[in-house]
Each structure stands twice: as structure tokens, then as C-alpha cells.
């Protein structure tokens, strides 16, 4: 059941990641679209820059929750591997108390913001006139699901670390290392079919 959860919660974080990633590229091609009109046809669309604001916002909430699977947020790191693995494992343990702790406040403070925004019916104060719930909603939702899987990953934090497994709190919730990241380019390389002939022969 903890897995199938798990799994669940990485499919919604790698979809959010996607879905901002096409966000941002259709708002670089918005953008290059309004920089030619402006420069050869004197026209300009109204509210890129908003709409801009809102695309950035909304794609870094949910890279947030990406960043954390992929353990790629900053970490220093310096005198953290020079440790004994049984000091790491409570600094890591910590560390990932710490970000579900900071992530769930975002989200509160987040739907703080969206409340208020429904309370008083706000709009943006722009040639859109946007209602700013819109924009708000999906980006409390990206915080929220940073927040979620922040809170889950703590979780098993915890219970590995009361369960004596250190070495596995290591492994799972340590700065990722050069050799990780070797690795890894390892298997990608591995699981990429060859294209060329010439690097089948090899």
C-alpha cells in the first residue's frame, strides 16, 4: 500500500513537472511571437508579461516537488560526507524534518493567500483584469503537493531511522554525489538503444 501511494504521488509530481515544462516553452514561443510583432508589425499582445508571471510562478511550485524526488535541491554538503555514517543519518533525518516543515508553511501561507484573494474577489490590476484566484489555485496546488510529498518522504525518514536502518537514510535522503550522478548517467546510457552502426560494432 506505502508503495502504491508512493508511486502515485511520483506519477502527479512528474506529470506537474511536465505540464510546467510545455508551460514555459508555449510561453517562450508567446514571448518570440510578441518581440517579432512589436519589431515588424507594430502590434502587441496585452498581458504577456502577466501571463509571463504567472506561467514562472506556477512552473516553480511544481518543480519544487520534482526538485525533492530527484533530490536535486542544494545541500551543503561540505562537511557532511567527511561524517561516520552514523552521524549523517540524524543530520539527514533533519534536513528532510526541516524542508516538509518550510514546505508545509509555504502551502499554508499559500492558501492563506488564495482566501483572501476569494474573500475579496481580486483581480489583477492589468488590461486582463485577471481574477487572481485562477492563478493562485494552481500554484497553491503545486506548493501543496511539495508539501505532500515533502511530508511523506519525512515519514519514511523517520521510520527508518527509528528502525536502525541508517544506511538507508543515507542513501535516500543524502546530497546526491558524483558518483551518483555517474551512475545514473550509466544506466541512462545503458537503457538508450544504439543508433549507429558504428557504436553497435564497438
Request: glycine letters at 8%.
Amino acid at each position: 500500500m506505502q508503495r502504491r501511494i508512493t508511486a502515485g504521488i511520483d506519477r502527479l509530481v512528474t506529470t506537474g513537472a511536465l505540464i510546467a515544462g510545455y508551460a514555459a516553452l508555449g510561453l517562450s514561443a508567446l514571448i518570440t511571437f510578441e518581440v517579432i510583432a512589436r519589431k515588424f508589425f507594430s502590434f502587441s499582445l496585452q498581458g504577456v508579461d502577466e501571463i509571463g508571471g504567472y506561467v514562472l510562478a506556477i512552473g516553480v511550485a511544481f518543480s519544487f516537488a520534482y526538485a525533492l524526488l530527484q533530490r536535486a535541491h542544494t545541500r551543503v554538503d561540505v562537511l557532511l560526507e567527511r561524517l561516520p555514517a552514523l552521524l549523517r543519518a540524524p543530520l539527514n533525518l533533519a534536513a528532510m524534518l526541516a524542508l516538509a516543515a518550510l514546505a508545509g508553511f509555504m502551502a499554508w501561507r499559500g492558501l492563506s493567500t488564495l482566501g483572501e484573494t476569494l474573500e475579496f474577489g481580486s483581480r489583477a490590476s492589468t488590461p486582463l483584469q485577471t481574477p487572481l484566484w485562477i492563478p493562485q489555485a494552481l500554484w497553491v496546488a503545486g506548493l501543496g503537493l511539495f508539501a505532500l510529498l515533502a511530508l511523506c518522504l519525512a515519514g519514511r525518514a523517520l521510520w527508518l531511522t527509528l528502525a536502525g536502518r541508517g544506511e538507508a537514510v543515507n542513501a535516500e535522503f543524502g546530497p546526491r554525489t558524483t558518483e551518483d550522478e555517474l551512475d545514473e548517467a550509466r544506466q541512462e546510457y545503458a537503457a538508450t538503444p544504439s543508433r549507429l552502426p558504428e557504436e553497435q560494432s564497438l
